[in-house]
């Protein structure tokens, strides 16, 4: 404990490695700042967890779908479906042709022909056409944004008897889930069955690897889902965060300087 010249009011020295040098006058003059700036860090540190969480997710939503479904299926006593890349591509296809139509509400207004199947889904993915099977049924469905697999799952595409009864079919042995969103737009997912054998139905063209798509998710893929509608999300957070530490540093660094002057003077009184 040291004294201040002239003084008897004690002056606490509190040491930090180099270049954060602490003192009690400092903390003190730190302390009006901070009420000023508490939220700056409340917001800080919420902003780095969302974007910490946001980087680190790298499953597809698609496969996490087809999971759901297995255990739906196998609660009831019902044997796991396939996931089949074939069928989980032209989902995304179909998906894709249907992204635009989804009312506000939630209610999906397209169908397409079944001759597109054959026609426009099969040949975009390259599914070889001599493997291509029976389709059994179908789910889709529409949201104003994007869900994770579980609330997707039993808000938007299972919410009805009708859909659980799709789902529940003992025809099907194998499914394909595809999902994309469209631009300032809805999120559209898709769920299509078939009673095809496993590995000989649907086949993809070029060893099982379809197509690369550039937007959305499909089961079975090889390759990485695209979160093209998450990297937004990701970059806001990003830009966020660099505008508050820019503005933490603005109302920091006066009072560290004015302190560390402060503490300058105070020592060389002591000296003298």
């Known amino acids: 404990m040291l004294k201040n010249k002239g003084s008897e009011i004690p002056f606490v020295q ?12 400092m903390m003190v003059a730190a302390k009006k700042h901070y009420c000023c700036c508490e939220w700056k860090w409340i917001v800080f540190f919420q902003l780095l967890l969302a974007t910490v969480v946001c980087s680190s997710h790298h499953g597809d939503p698609a496969n996490d779908l087809v999971d759901i479904i297995n255990k739906n299926r196998t609660s009831q006593k019902l ?13 995304l296809q ?3 042709l249907c992204k635009g139509n989804c009312t506000s509400n939630g209610v999906v207004n397209c169908k397409p022909p079944e001759d597109d199947f054959t026609e426009i889904f099969g040949p975009n993915c390259g599914v070889e056409l001599p493997t291509f099977g029976t389709i059994t049924g179908h789910i889709v469905g529409c949201q104003p944004k ?3 697999p579980s609330p997707a799952f039993s808000h938007v595409l299972v919410k009805d008897s009708k859909a659980l009864s799709i789902l529940r079919n003992k025809s099907h042995t194998e499914v394909g889930v595809g999902l994309v969103g469209a631009h300032k737009g809805s999120f559209f997912w898709c769920i299509l069955f078939s009673n095809g054998k496993t590995n000989s139905t649907f086949v ?10 550039k937007k959305g998710c499909f089961s079975g893929s090889t390759f990485p889902c695209s979160n093209g509608q998450r990297i937004p999300v990701f970059l806001n957070n990003v830009m966020a965060l660099v505008l508050l530490h820019f503005s933490l540093l603005q109302h920091w660094y006066p009072t560290w300087y004015a302190a560390g002057e402060a503490r300058f003077a105070g020592m060389t009184l002591e000296k003298s």
Do not use: R
Request: aromatic share 14%; with cysteine; net charge negative.
């Open 14 to 25: 509190i040491s930090f490695p180099f270049p954060f040098p602490f003192s009690l006058p």
């Open 204 to 213: 993809l063209e070029d060893n099982g690897k379809g197509i690369k798509q």
């Open 146 to 148: 994007y869900l994770e």
């Open 79 to 91: 044997p796991q479906l396939n996931d089949s890349p074939g069928l989980g591509c032209m989902a």
């Open 94 to 96: 179909y998906a894709e």
